[in-house]
């Protein structure tokens, strides 16, 4: 049976996801697609974790995507006559109940040249979308349309994301008798200070690169100088990595050990005309989909209230996103020339 969009996007909303605990609405949307008739495998990425695989024929030329996890704590969903609340609203699980009913539009319409690819870990490392990437269905895809809150607007740049630690370290020592350490701490924040007042590379499609100094960690007690500390970073990326981390590299000049944790560089996505278009700040699982086709970046909700305890979606962005979603497959089929649908 048929799930109403706004039901839909709130049953997948009732069911717990953060990184790492993906299995059971996984385990929804194969039932659910399956009872609509869809040919649906589930991806093995870890003991417990499976990206949803969905198609109707043998041809799907163009593929939906978007995460099933969010970021926690998991906010059960509720909804005025406006908005639906809670996790996942916009990020990213009202993007699969609205590309699910586009499909089904498009079905109806004779139109099964489609697919269905839902991953998983997408907020912490994208492991569910690189394990995608290595499957033999990609090379069947011309196209894959992936879910972000975008406002609606068709994304045509996304900014790369960087992320790494900064760990120094010292000698412990009495705190009454500094001289006789070497603080790790300070070390640190000299690094941090050059760091901040750092100018790096700038693209003018893509903006400027930004630093988030997001955790920072160290020391062992108040009387104690410290002889460890470390700083998270997640770098916003309009270049490619090597010329930023030289940068960081000529900051810390020894005095730290960088570890890279993951890197994902700037995507340029497909232009098409009579789509309201933008460049947008965040990434997303594209730089890690190569093989599957021309990416393109399109969804309901705002950014901005994404990871947030406020996050919500609009009713009628979550209607106007569907009618999009129809219209930019139908435009994508109806191409032999990927050039011919270019700005």
């Not at 900064?166 to 603080?183: F, N, Q, R």
Request: charged residues 25%.
């Amino acid at each position: 049976m048929k799930i109403s969009l706004f039901d839909l996007a709130k049953s997948l909303m009732s069911v717990p996801s953060t990184s790492g605990e993906e299995e059971a609405v996984g385990f929804f949307l194969r039932d659910y697609l399956e009872s609509l008739g869809w040919t649906v495998e589930l991806q093995a990425v870890s003991e417990n974790q499976n990206n949803v695989i969905a198609y109707l024929n043998e041809t799907p030329r163009v593929w939906f995507s978007t995460h099933m996890d969010t970021v926690p704590p998991f906010i059960a969903p509720t909804e005025d006559e406006e908005k639906i609340y809670g996790r996942g609203s916009c990020d990213a699980k009202g993007i699969i109940a609205a590309q699910i009913t586009a499909a089904e539009l498009l079905r109806k319409e004779g139109i099964e040249d489609i697919g269905l690819l839902y991953t998983v870990e997408e907020e912490r490392a994208s492991t569910g979308a690189k394990a995608a990437n290595l499957h033999p269905l990609a090379a069947k895809c011309e196209y894959m349309i992936n879910g972000e809150p975008t406002d609606n607007d068709l994304a045509t740049g996304s900014k790369g994301s960087f992320r790494l630690k900064i760990k120094t370290s010292g000698k412990a020592a009495h705190s009454a008798y500094p001289e006789m350490g070497d603080s790790a701490i300070e070390t640190l924040l000299d690094i941090l200070n050059e760091i901040r007042n750092t100018e790096f590379p700038s693209d003018d499609f893509f903006g400027d690169t930004t630093v988030n100094v997001g955790t920072i960690g160290g020391g062992v007690a108040l009387n104690v100088v410290p002889p460890k500390a470390e700083a998270g970073l997640l770098i916003r990326l309009t270049t490619k990595r090597e010329p930023i981390q030289k940068a960081l590299e000529n900051i810390v000049r020894g005095r730290a050990e960088i570890e890279v944790l993951s890197c994902s560089e700037p995507v340029r996505m497909l232009e098409v005309d009579g789509f309201k278009q933008k460049v947008v700040r965040f990434t997303t699982d594209i730089p890690h989909l190569p093989n599957w086709g021309q990416p393109l970046l399109l969804g309901p909700g705002s950014i901005l209230v994404a990871h947030t305890k406020d996050e919500f979606v609009l009713k009628k962005d979550l209607e106007d996103v569907v009618e999009l979603y129809v219209n930019l497959v139908k435009k994508l089929l109806a191409t032999n020339n990927t050039n011919s649908t270019n700005s």
